[in-house]
């Protein structure tokens, strides 16, 4: 922001990931996954008027595909 600084964020790291995969025919798969972060990403902006945002990051990964196996 004009006249204001934004701290380095807090990083903490630590994922859960599953997924389904479904054959549906022969070679052909299905395949469907998540990762989802519960450890929290902050950072806080100082604005030139006094005004403080703080912001909270969740992070949540989605994935599909089609797959052949040969």
Known sequence: TPDGHMGQP???A???E????YLFSKGWMLQVG???GPARSTAEVNHADGTV???DFHQ???????????
């Open 10 to 12: 807090d990083h903490a």
């Open 53 to 55: 945002d703080r912001i």
């Open 34 to 36: 998540a990762k989802y």
């Open 14 to 16: 630590l994922m859960t």
């Open 60 to 70: 949540m990964y989605v994935s599909g595909g089609v797959g052949y196996r040969f």
């Open 18 to 21: 599953a997924g389904v995969q």
